[in-house]
């Protein structure tokens, strides 16, 4: 394989020369950058469409965007950061250079949380409402942006011969994410590694969840349940595809995935606090009727 080709050999799919970026008056621009631009914009779209069809106010959408961008973006990189710290310690200058990488997505959401609960506190509105409303927009984000870990030859699995088999040739990926397992599936003789394509195990279980999302919007009980339906479905389809990852960021001092313990979480707690709310909904309306 050339350094720029991608393969599903099983699926019959050859890419050839596959950029990672493309240059626009001298300067060299990602395929990764533009493909996670384009799914921030489709997500805020989404969520002022979602604003729209349920009779709210657009702007506040268009509004918050602006924070929750920035902020997401921050916490996508300090999120890397903390938990690839050895890369970091000796050179601190570098948690400044992205252009190399180093975005957690798990970041990018928690602070995206935090900054709705605290625009909504500032607006005085309600962020369950507004939560239920941004949720399609942002695992379409998610859809979209995971395209670009493809790009990028990143975000893979260990070694497997499965129907969605990729084949990445060995110069075109970081040596460190080149597990033991994969390494002893190289035969003498080829220059390509052939791994699970995980980012696209999460971009078509997010595509399910944005599904499944828009076709219950309409039947939810309760304020705050598309919160919910988001952190359970992502952290469910997360914590199985983040162990077969490569590049997994660890608990320090541990084995312990932190983005997969983090899923795990998410799933227990949506499960918990809706079944714990729809209680308390339903003796309300016993209690009513009675």
């Given at each position: 394989?050339?350094a720029?080709?991608?393969?599903?050999?099983h699926?019959?799919i050859?890419?050839?020369?596959?950029?990672?970026?493309?240059?626009?008056?001298?300067f060299?621009?990602?395929?990764?950058?533009?493909?996670?631009?384009?799914?921030?914009?489709?997500?805020?779209?989404?969520?002022?469409?979602?604003?729209?069809?349920?009779?709210?106010?657009?702007?506040?959408?268009?509004?918050?965007?602006?924070?929750?961008?920035?902020?997401?973006?921050?916490?996508?990189?300090?999120?890397?950061?903390?938990?690839?710290?050895?890369?970091?310690?000796?050179?601190?200058?570098?948690?400044?250079n992205?252009?190399?990488?180093?975005?957690?997505?798990?970041?990018?959401?928690?602070?995206?949380?935090?900054?709705?609960?605290?625009?909504?506190?500032?607006?005085?509105?309600?962020?369950?409402?507004?939560?239920?409303?941004?949720?399609?927009?942002?695992?379409?984000?998610?859809?979209?942006?995971?395209?670009?870990?493809?790009?990028?030859?990143?975000?893979?699995?260990?070694?497997?011969?499965?129907?969605f088999?990729?084949?990445?040739?060995?110069?075109?990926?970081?040596?460190?994410?080149?597990?033991?397992?994969?390494?002893?599936?190289?035969?003498?003789?080829?220059?390509?590694?052939?791994?699970?394509?995980?980012?696209?195990?999460?971009?078509?279980?997010?595509?399910?969840?944005?599904?499944?999302?828009?076709?219950?919007?309409?039947?939810?009980?309760?304020?705050?349940?598309?919160?919910?339906?988001?952190?359970?479905?992502?952290?469910?389809?997360?914590?199985?595809?983040?162990?077969?990852?490569?590049?997994?960021?660890?608990?320090?001092?541990?084995?312990?995935?932190?983005?997969?313990?983090?899923?795990?979480?998410m799933?227990?707690?949506?499960?918990?606090?809706?079944?714990?709310?729809?209680?308390?909904?339903?003796?309300?309306?016993?209690?009513?009727?009675?």
């Amino acid at each position: 394989m050339n350094a720029g080709d991608i393969a599903f050999p099983h699926l019959g799919i050859y890419l050839e020369n596959v950029p990672k970026s493309f240059t626009v008056f001298g300067f060299s621009i990602a395929f990764y950058g533009v493909i996670i631009g384009i799914g921030v914009l489709a997500g805020i779209l989404m969520a002022v469409h979602q604003a729209k069809i349920t009779g709210q106010n657009p702007d506040i959408y268009w509004d918050f965007a602006i924070y929750a961008v920035i902020f997401s973006v921050i916490g996508a990189r300090l999120y890397y950061v903390i938990f690839s710290w050895d890369n970091y310690k000796n050179d601190l200058l570098s948690i400044f250079n992205t252009r190399k990488g180093g975005m957690a997505i798990y970041g990018g959401v928690i602070a995206a949380f935090l900054t709705l609960f605290i625009y909504c506190r500032v607006k005085k509105l309600n962020p369950f409402q507004i939560g239920d409303t941004c949720m399609p927009g942002l695992i379409l984000g998610q859809v979209i942006g995971r395209w670009g870990n493809f790009m990028n030859r990143e975000a893979f699995g260990e070694y497997t011969d499965s129907l969605f088999a990729m084949r990445l040739p060995i110069e075109a990926v970081r040596s460190s994410d080149i597990s033991e397992n994969i390494a002893a599936h190289i035969v003498e003789g080829i220059n390509y590694i052939q791994v699970h394509p995980t980012f696209l195990y999460e971009s078509v279980w997010n595509l399910m969840i944005l599904i499944l999302m828009l076709c219950y919007r309409k039947h939810k009980k309760f304020q705050g349940e598309m919160c919910l339906f988001y952190l359970g479905g992502y952290g469910l389809g997360r914590f199985f595809i983040e162990g077969l990852r490569t590049d997994q960021l660890l608990i320090p001092g541990t084995d312990l995935a932190v983005s997969q313990i983090l899923a795990l979480c998410m799933f227990v707690f949506s499960v918990i606090a809706d079944v714990v709310i729809r209680f308390r909904i339903n003796k309300k309306e016993k209690q009513k009727n009675f």
